[in-house]
């Protein structure tokens, strides 16, 4: 085939080449999928390395006896695969569901904190406003411009762990005493994603 016309030939032989435009549009298609392809898997390793970390006991014994005397990488895929059957694990679609549950049930948690906390804040606000005592506040100016300064101080702290945030957004910090509600609602998601291929499989 010749390589000129190998564009318009993709095409669906229509004889109309893609313009400079079109061109754009598929290539960064191409790089979106490349990048959620890249943090699909970064996201794995951190499910597995997380686990093999924080819940050893999910390694059974001979998998342990397994990985003495051979090399970092090599002790790395023994434990995934001590991981993966002790969890139940049976194919990609489980590892996928394992990991959005994971991050999920990751991401539920600091959201449930981060609104108890504002809560606890505007609790706090109120009761100062409404106990609010003139002679126990003799410099409100100063109290003012100590305020503001906090507010300017949390505000550069909040942006500094956003940008910590930005570089590690991948990383899994779920709370370890939270894994096993966590794995528990893995297993109840995965019973009701094979409940419901059963009955869609009926209805065909």
Known sequence: MNQNTSIMDSQGGNGQAQSKSELVDDQ????????????????????????????P??????????????????????????????????????????????????????????????????????ENAEGGNPEANPNPLGNQKTSNEATLNGAAEGQASREEEEIDENLLRLDTELLTAALKEFHQAREDRDVNKVEMNAKK
Not at 31 to 55: P, S
Not at 87 to 112: S, T, W
């Open 28 to 55: 960064s298609v191409a790089t979106k999928n490349e990048n959620t392809t890249r943090e699909k898997y970064e996201r794995m390793k951190q499910v597995f390395r997380f686990l093999i970390d924080k819940a």
């Open 57 to 126: 006991f999910l390694i059974d014994d001979k998998a342990t006896e397994r990985c003495v005397g051979v090399d970092g990488k090599e002790q790395l895929k023994i434990k995934i695969d001590s991981v993966r059957k002790t969890i139940g694990i049976e194919d990609m679609a489980d590892v996928e569901l394992l990991v959005d549950v994971l991050y999920k049930f990751q991401d539920d948690h600091e959201k449930r904190l981060e609104k108890e906390r504002k809560d606890m804040e505007e609790e706090e606000n109120l």
